[in-house]
């Protein structure tokens, strides 16, 4: 005979009702958690950066950003992102299309390079190209014999800017090749498709939007890279300043107003860039969820005519 049946399922019950509110407890501590800690280090930093370099008004902005130097700053950020991000697609797409596709010795330590800009700290980047093409460097009296200059020059900061840079695209295509797997293009290569026609129209469709974050993610931090940048710039006004250097001479000398014009430009551009992030994002589910949609849609069955129903 068991005993306490009625009151055991009311104790159940109450204890599953505690259980709920505890749930939604923890739930709302944590979302005000989150939502604080963006309060206090995303949107403050972003509505002071805002608030100071419009404090005098939209003349005294425009002004700051039509200067001279700041807009050799900007052109030469635009630039080094022109050409790197560029590189890094190229060499992303074929680093992650050669670790997932194939077996090899020394996979791992290709998989520890590409994560090494990572683990290092962008000066220490910096100071490896100089130490490698600087005057004194190993390379430097081969380059100065022949008349190239890279360090203190554009092609140093383009170099540093691909290295630190270069994983973002790699990791994010990585991450997509080994979820989707490799049966579509085996199935194609066993009907005896072509290299060509399997990158082309299989894997580069299944992939696009990996890619497309990965680009999106290396523009950005190519634009704001600022401790590799440093030290193989040089500094040189108008010539080798990117924006983030740019930012940092003009605060100090004291001019607030155009180093906040030109962080807020920055900032902007770090907007823009995960707005469009976004946007693939709301892109990519529309049309899974409309091929999702199309692929469980009933097939009507067409009534003969004449017949009953």
Not at 71 to 80: K, M, Q
Not at 144 to 160: L, N, Q, R, T, Y
Request: with cysteine.
């Amino acid at each position: 005979m068991s005993g306490g049946g009625p009151s055991a399922g009311r104790a159940k019950q109450r204890g599953h009702a505690r259980l709920i509110r505890e749930g939604k407890l923890a739930r709302s501590i944590l979302i005000a958690i989150a939502i604080a800690f963006m309060a206090l280090f995303v949107l403050a930093p972003l509505i002071t950066v805002f608030g100071a370099a419009f404090s005098r008004g939209f003349g005294a902005y425009l002004e700051a950003l039509k200067n001279d130097e700041t807009f050799s700053a900007i052109e030469l950020t635009v630039i080094t992102a022109a050409i790197s991000v560029p590189l890094n697609t190229l060499f992303g797409f074929v680093a992650a299309w050669v670790v997932t596709k194939y077996d090899f010795w020394g996979k791992s330590a290709l998989l520890t390079l590409i994560d090494l800009p990572f683990s290092v700290s962008p000066v220490i980047s910096g100071l490896v190209f100089v130490l490698l093409f600087g005057a004194q460097g190993a390379l430097g009296p081969f380059l100065s014999e022949h008349d190239i200059k890279i360090i203190f020059a554009v092609p140093g900061i383009v170099i540093a800017t691909t290295f630190v840079t270069f994983p973002l695209v790699a990791r994010e295509v990585i991450a997509v090749m080994e979820a989707q797997g490799s049966d579509e293009e085996e199935a194609a290569l066993t009907l005896g498709a072509g290299l060509h026609q399997i990158l082309f129209r299989i894997t580069l469709p299944k992939v696009r939007w990996g890619l497309f974050y990965g680009v999106i993610l290396c523009n950005a931090r190519a634009m704001g890279e600022f401790g590799a940048v440093s030290v193989v710039s040089g500094h040189i006004r108008g010539e080798t300043n990117t924006m983030p250097l740019q930012v940092e001479i003009l605060y100090n000398e004291y001019a607030f107003v155009a180093a906040f014009a030109v962080a807020s430009l920055l900032a902007l551009l770090a907007l823009l860039t995960l707005g469009a992030k976004k946007v693939g994002e709301y892109a990519a589910e529309f049309r899974a969820a409309h091929r999702a949609q199309r692929t469980a849609a009933p097939l009507s069955v067409p009534v003969t005519q004449g017949q009953s129903p």
